[in-house]
């Protein structure tokens, strides 16, 4: 089962100590120049850098009291991850708002990630070049640009931080038994969690390392041994993994069945495989983000689960002369099912950022299987085979950095690739809204809802219609809004909004009395909308039922001074 001599506990410091640390200096570098150009980045303001870093005053408090107990008890952007939030509380303590910091940052880790992964597989299977070509490709590989360049993502690298020492951590407890690294390997096991979930299949990878190449599941015995010791750490991550789900779910970013059915999303995650392995083989046309289609043809379904079948029962037949297969072949497949969209998140079919620790198991795949073919045939070209790919692959990364120079740059990349692509044409909207160029986000919301007719697309084309002073247009498109989605409390208040702008004060109170939960606070945006058009009686009515709920509210009584002074004639 195992073809690599099983390291005794005494030889550990004696192969580390040989370690190749020019070569682990070589490939830091390396990942240091693929994604020099990231140096000159700024943020990308309207994708998630607003929340996570611009518009986060907890975040741009720096390090804090405040702070840390706003990373445990709040969410971003429909995460629960308390370590990356604190991670951008660092970043802001030493450098504020000053972007190339803050990119240096993820930079640095990813560059550290390399050369952890170079000493991970190093230590698994002892002095061998195909540890380091493993460590190149994940060093310059375009598709970790998105995860190494966009500020927010910060959780990929931090995430795989803590994932590559723990499982560095459980090479050394697996050799020597030791209760000191077992701890090490729970410590950073929490650590991965809270930094990004899908760290949720560790345990899984654990396991793929005790059959390789530590060798400790030759027997039952053996087995029942690995699982049990590993019982705490899925304690650990089973609790966490609810939790995430449950903050998700809470904040609207699991999308409901009703919108992408289930016969949909396993027939997306059946392609989304197949597509993944394409982008590892051939890594151009990166996007920031690829489009959930609405309809994929039966036939493209079939013909990926029969290829995810063949390889997989292939791997299977060799898992005893070609160990590695099987294992870099269940790593990517294990690593990336939680992001493979059957609890769909967001609107994407797949993403370049989950690829970040996922891919290690293709590169295992790919270069101990290229190895067995260039030491049968050309033994001479494995070292000329590596340069080459490495040399096609560091411009391709250099190129892909610079598209995330800014949001404008990124979105407009992202249409070149595919001209549809709604969630480019709804960001370059909210840049043109920020610009205060209306007429240019009007033509990309009116693209966006075409091909995704989302209730929030609904609601900012209504809102850049009110805008523009088309009233009637916006009551009908926040009505849409409405349509596709009921509970969109942000459409509904601006449909209110629309109707007293449009001279129907009734349809208004109609509207606004839908809103559930309904606040001291929400009586007094709405009373100070009524009282914006003139309906003063009407604003007085809404002022006293947010006095009767809370009497003590904040601008509660200017809010009633106004509307007594307001010279407005009211309309019943």
């Given at each position: 089962m195992n073809r690599y001599k099983t390291t005794k506990p005494s030889a550990v410091s004696r192969e580390i100590s040989k370690f190749p640390w020019s070569a682990a200096c070589c490939i830091g570098l390396l990942a240091l120049l693929a994604h020099a150009p990231g140096f000159l980045n700024g943020f990308i303001a309207a994708y998630d850098d607003d929340m996570y870093v611009l518009q986060n005053s907890a975040v741009q408090g720096g390090l804090s009291v405040r702070g840390l107990v706003y990373a445990f008890t709040e969410t971003c952007a429909g995460n629960w991850h308390p370590l990356t939030m604190l991670s951008h509380m660092a970043d802001t303590t030493f450098f504020g708002l000053w972007a190339p910091g803050h990119h240096a940052v993820s930079i640095l880790f990813h560059a550290c990630n390399s050369v952890l992964l170079l000493l991970l597989l190093y230590a698994m299977t002892g002095p061998d070049g195909r540890s380091a070509a493993v460590a190149c490709l994940f060093a310059v590989h375009p598709i970790h640009v998105e995860s190494v360049a966009h500020v927010s993502q910060r959780k990929d690298v931090l995430c795989g931080f803590f994932f590559l020492l723990c499982l560095l951590a459980y090479v050394g407890y697996a050799r020597t038994n030791s209760g000191r690294q077992y701890a090490q390997v729970i410590l950073f096991t929490i650590l991965a969690v809270l930094s990004k979930p899908v760290a949720v299949t560790l345990p899984f990878v654990l396991l793929l390392l005790d059959y390789w190449t530590l060798g400790r599941l030759g027997n039952r015995a053996e087995w029942k041994r690995a699982c049990v010791e590993k019982l705490p750490i899925f304690a650990i991550v089973a609790v966490l993994s609810v939790v995430t789900y449950l903050v998700q779910r809470a904040s609207g970013a699991v999308q409901s069945t009703d919108f992408f059915p289930m016969s949909l999303r396993f027939s997306n995650a059946s392609l989304a495989y197949p597509a993944y392995i394409g982008k590892t083989l051939w890594a151009?046309?990166?996007?920031?983000?690829?489009?959930?289609?609405?309809?994929?043809?039966?036939?493209?379904?079939?013909?990926?689960?029969?290829?995810?079948?063949?390889?997989?029962?292939?791997?299977?037949?060799?898992?005893?002369?070609?160990?590695?297969?099987?294992?870099?072949?269940?790593?990517?497949?294990?690593?990336?099912?939680?992001?493979?969209?059957?609890?769909?998140?967001?609107?994407?079919?797949?993403?370049?950022?989950?690829?970040?620790?996922?891919?290690?198991?293709?590169?295992?795949?790919?270069?101990?299987?290229?190895?067995?073919?260039?030491?049968?045939?050309?033994?001479?070209?494995?070292?000329?085979?590596?340069?080459?790919?490495?040399?096609?692959?560091?411009?391709?990364?250099?190129?892909?950095?610079?598209?995330?120079?800014?949001?404008?740059?990124?979105?407009?990349?992202?249409?070149?690739?595919?001209?549809?692509?709604?969630?480019?044409?709804?960001?370059?909207?909210?840049?043109?809204?920020?610009?205060?160029?209306?007429?240019?986000?009007?033509?990309?919301?009116?693209?966006?809802?075409?091909?995704?007719?989302?209730?929030?697309?609904?609601?900012?084309?209504?809102?850049?219609?009110?805008?523009?002073?088309?009233?009637?247009?916006?009551?009908?498109?926040?009505?849409?809004?409405?349509?596709?989605?009921?509970?969109?409390?942000?459409?509904?208040?601006?449909?209110?909004?629309?109707?007293?702008?449009?001279?129907?004060?009734?349809?208004?109170?109609?509207?606004?009395?839908?809103?559930?939960?309904?606040?001291?606070?929400?009586?007094?945006?709405?009373?100070?909308?009524?009282?914006?058009?003139?309906?003063?009686?009407?604003?007085?009515?809404?002022?006293?039922?947010?006095?009767?709920?809370?009497?003590?509210?904040?601008?509660?009584?200017?809010?009633?001074?106004?509307?007594?002074?307001?010279?407005?004639?009211?309309?019943?």
């Open positions: 151009v046309g990166l996007s920031p983000f690829y489009a959930m289609p609405f309809t994929i043809a039966i036939w493209k379904t079939v013909l990926a689960v029969v290829f995810l079948f063949v390889v997989s029962v292939a791997a299977i037949a060799g898992r005893r002369g070609y160990p590695w297969f099987i294992i870099g072949w269940l790593w990517f497949l294990g690593t990336l099912f939680p992001m493979i969209g059957i609890v769909q998140v967001g609107s994407q079919s797949l993403a370049d950022r989950y690829a970040y620790i996922t891919f290690i198991g293709l590169y295992i795949v790919l270069v101990w299987g290229a190895s067995e073919v260039l030491v049968r045939f050309i033994p001479g070209l494995r070292i000329a085979a590596a340069a080459i790919v490495v040399l096609c692959l560091m411009p391709l990364t250099m190129m892909q950095t610079a598209y995330w120079r800014d949001a404008d740059t990124l979105w407009n990349r992202a249409l070149e690739l595919d001209p549809a692509n709604h969630k480019a044409h709804g960001n370059l909207s909210m840049l043109r809204v920020a610009e205060g160029d209306y007429e240019a986000a009007l033509a990309h919301q009116l693209e966006t809802v075409k091909t995704f007719p989302g209730s929030s697309y609904y609601d900012n084309l209504g809102v850049t219609y009110f805008r523009l002073g088309r009233i009637p247009e916006a009551i009908a498109t926040f009505q849409r809004a409405l349509q596709t989605g009921p509970s969109n409390v942000s459409a509904s208040f601006h449909l209110g909004v629309a109707y007293c702008a449009g001279n129907q004060p009734d349809e208004a109170e109609r509207t606004f009395d839908t809103i559930g939960g309904k606040t001291a606070g929400f009586y007094m945006s709405t009373a100070e909308v009524f009282l914006g058009y003139g309906y003063a009686d009407r604003a007085m009515k809404r002022l006293k039922e947010g006095k009767r709920m809370d009497p003590a509210h904040p601008g509660l009584a200017q809010a009633f001074e106004r509307a007594r002074t307001s010279k407005a004639n009211p309309v019943n």
